[in-house]
């Protein structure tokens, strides 16, 4: 019996799975997202099936769909003893991985098998005649799998867990889970300069329903102490420790909330405790590298003895570094390794990494306009050029979105030219610059003022008349 691959096609496509949630490998690094969901498995027990799902998929992107077919087996098994009554309703993701998997194998047969099994099963289940209902499990699924797959994915991670929870609402994983979204949705926002909805309830409420689960507690203590509520995430983060003083993925938010406090020492010993569970992960390399960053700044200030600043310096560049290696995509580790390179004195390797970022063409705006902050700032304070700085935070106000990045760039620029014009009488450069920058954030009127003084004291400049004839045009 021939199976018609193209029919094959289309009931693949109406299934519900990692193959059919358009998660692109180019918006992840692959080996890392391996190894932390490796990692979760070890800790998160319960969870696993799902783990093993994503995993799956994972796989088939890194070409091996044997290692796949693997981790199906260990979703299925999983299933079978945790949820025996539950089969088909648990199975629904595995199932149509498996076909996806098999068609790409051209194991065609074996693939309409699944793709039967899961139509079958959406039948019993559903309400609905002609079987096409979404279950709660389904979309929470589809919710951890794009939240793994980083900010892009957020607002649509969000969404599948809101129609989780119109399903049930009292469920406590799914509660967990909308509100860890929301957190950093809301985290990944103010990155970009946005206001997100506010994650406090949906965190309180998912404390309530679920008082072990502590890394939302962790989470909620974060969220209180950006709301200057210090003490009450503090009892939070110690009842936390109480329970899971081993947990990688607690410590790591423990220790950030004390490094915000300003107890260095201490969110360091716990990274350290992290590290020796967790020793490849990213996230607590990179939260480290800060600590050092910081406390090489404190004893250059409080003027400790050279070799002990720089003994930190090499401690930040090493945790910096592992980052940058282990996740080519994150740009903000890689920016970190520069600023590191530059102040222990490390200038071409600074320039190296600087070069090599500006050289990318899969940057999002925000990290663009970071970017030319930061390599405006090196300019600035490191290769002791005002006028290159100038020129990349000028770059950055280019991109006209609004961003955290935008607004450092344009802070610094006025403040460069401001301190440049002290030192010697204002000169026709000095207003065209402040007219451009006053144009890149719209501010008309004060833009046609400055191009004027400089047209004033430059009166052949071209580039000045014909911005100001721009500005004047009627719109």
Known sequence: STISKDSLKTSLLQLQCHFTWTLLKEDVDLDN?????????KFFREFNFTYYNLLSYICHLKDSNEKALRNLQKAEEIVQKHHPDE???RSLVTWGNYAWIYYHMKRYEEAQTYVSKVENSCKKLSSTADGKMQLPEVYAEQGWALLSFGGKYFERAKNCFENALKGEPNNP?????YATALYRLEDFASRCGKDA??????????????????????????????LKQVDEGERYIEEAMQKTPDLPYFLRYAAKFYRRKGELTKAMNILEKALA???NSSFLHHQLGICYRIKAFIWKKKGNLQDQVERLIELAISHFKFVADQKPKFVAAHTALAEMYA???????AEKIFQELLQRNNLTYHEKQELYFNYGNFQHCHMKSESKAIEYYIEGLKIKEDSFGRNKCSGAVQSLLRQKSERRSRD?????????????????QKAIECYEKAIALDHNNEEYQNALRELRLPI
């Open 343 to 349: 102040i222990g004195k490390k200038y071409e390797e």
């Open 33 to 41: 997202l391996e190894e932390t969901i490796v990692d979760h498995i």
């Open 87 to 89: 089969i088909a309703r």
């Open 277 to 279: 569970l967790t020793p």
């Open 428 to 444: 026709a450069t000095y207003f065209g610059t402040l007219g451009l920058i006053h144009k890149l954030n719209d501010q008309k």
């Open 173 to 177: 994983d799914f509660n967990a889970s």
């Open 197 to 226: 909805s506010p994650s406090i309830e949906a965190l309180k409420r998912a404390v309530e329903l679920n008082p072990e689960d502590t890394c939302v507690m962790a989470l909620l203590a974060l969220k209180l102490q950006d």
